[in-house]
């Protein structure tokens, strides 16, 4: 059981680039999420699921998309990176349970710098 | 919407002084409330979480925290620090809000237990 793995650990980018965070869960959880992480901002949702097909923003979601192809995988896309994009990223997933969610359990994280 | 508040961004303490950390949230619905841990390097983790019943919830590491829902709180206590826990701590909530969750951060409160 791995929990949630994301790859890759770093990443660099020039700015205009495009990439995908990978993120994967083998917890069966129907809900996935990803956020990202700022000094002094705490982490701010970006894009959530709660099952294959079914996506949603989050507070911060301009200038990424995400889709959900199986339960397992949840990738975030960059289409053209900027630097205000340069944070750490994070990929969690819980079971939706009762009364509004579970405990979600993260990913190790990517970091990411667009120059 | 909702949002969290964390009162203290910095708090600097030495060893075996007592803790408490300030959480408000602003949902007035029915919530679910967590305290996560990040230590350096390492990514979340759970310390606590609140769904119903005792509003006085015990985790891990002996931390623990009391839900004043009059109060729209969720602060996190623990007796004697160590320097282990040397760390920042996030608060957050979810609210469970046309068939969707939501796990919404506060700020973070970066702890340093000095020996």
């Known amino acids: 059981n791995a929990g949630v793995t994301q790859t890759p650990k770093f990443q660099v980018l020039k700015t205009g680039q495009s990439m995908t965070l990978q993120c994967a869960q083998d917890?069966?959880?129907?809900?996935m999420s990803w956020y990202r992480q700022d000094p002094g901002m705490g982490l701010r949702l970006i894009h959530y699921?709660?099952?294959?097909?079914?996506?949603d923003q989050g507070e911060v979601p301009n200038g990424y998309n995400v889709s959900r192809s199986t339960t397992e995988d949840f990738p975030l896309r960059l289409l053209s990176a900027a630097p205000s994009q340069t944070s750490v990223y994070f990929c969690?997933?819980?079971?939706?349970?009762?009364?509004?969610?579970?405990?979600?359990?993260f990913g190790p994280g990517t970091r990411l710098t667009v120059l | 919407a909702q949002s969290v508040s964390q009162h203290n961004h910095h708090v600097i303490l030495s060893e075996a002084a007592s803790l408490e950390l300030g959480c408000n949230y602003s949902?007035?619905?029915?919530?679910?409330l967590f305290w996560y841990v990040q230590y350096p390097g390492q990514h979340l983790q759970l310390l606590l979480k609140?769904?119903?019943?005792?509003?006085l919830v015990k985790g891990i590491k002996g931390f623990e925290a009391e839900f004043i829902k009059s109060k729209f709180s969720f602060n996190l206590r623990k007796p004697s620090v160590q320097w282990s826990d040397t760390a920042e701590y996030f608060c957050?909530?979810?609210?469970?809000?046309?068939?969707?969750?939501?796990?919404?951060f506060g700020a973070g409160t970066r702890l340093a237990v000095h020996p």
């Open positions: 969690a997933s819980s079971f939706l349970g009762t009364s509004g969610g579970d405990e979600q359990f």
């Open positions: 917890m069966n959880h129907e809900y």
């Open positions: 699921s709660v099952g294959a097909g079914i996506t």
């Open positions: 949902y007035g619905g029915t919530v679910n």
């Open positions: 609140y769904f119903s019943g005792d509003p």
């Open positions: 957050a909530v979810t609210s469970f809000s046309g068939g969707y969750n939501k796990l919404i």
